[in-house]
């Protein structure tokens, strides 16, 4: 998909808790579906992409194919998501990984709005 993203989107969590993070990651996997995405699928250590973060290491990946219109409406279902879960979410495209956490609203959207410039489409 030339003018799209792969998304890799990762659910926190520790070696010794490599379970919880998959069913995390299936719970938002079915949130991201209903979204106007092309696939969410959940990946093995072979099929995540280089420069994503960390992800080989833990259980609870999912690779986001989507066009470029829904980039804003994903991480806000992902932010939305963080915030009703407690959980934490790294995101990468193209090795640049951004950590959606619990913090404030107004501070998530700041890290989330630069964050989201440096892949907007180029005209």
């Known amino acids: 998909m030339a003018d799209g993203y ?3 989107v ?3 969590g520790t070696d010794a808790d490599r379970e ?3 069913v995390f990651a299936r719970r938002l996997r079915a949130e ?3 979204l106007d995405v092309d696939a969410v699928d959940p990946l093995a250590d072979a099929t995540v992409p280089d420069g994503a973060k960390g992800v080989s290491a833990l259980a609870g990946a999912l690779g986001v194919r ?3 219109a829904g980039l804003a409406s ?3 279902k ?3 998501w963080v915030s009703r879960t407690e959980r934490s ?8 990984t951004i950590k959606v956490t619990g913090v404030t609203a107004t501070q998530q959207e700041e890290l989330i709005n630069v964050w989201l410039s440096r892949h907007a489409p180029r005209p």
């Open 6 to 8: 792969d998304l890799v």
């Open 10 to 12: 990762q659910i926190s």
């Open 20 to 22: 919880e993070p998959a």
């Open 32 to 34: 991201l579906l209903d």
């Open 66 to 68: 989507l066009g470029a």
């Open 74 to 76: 994903t991480f806000a």
């Open 78 to 80: 992902i932010r939305n």
């Open 89 to 96: 979410v790294e995101v990468t495209i193209d090795g640049d």
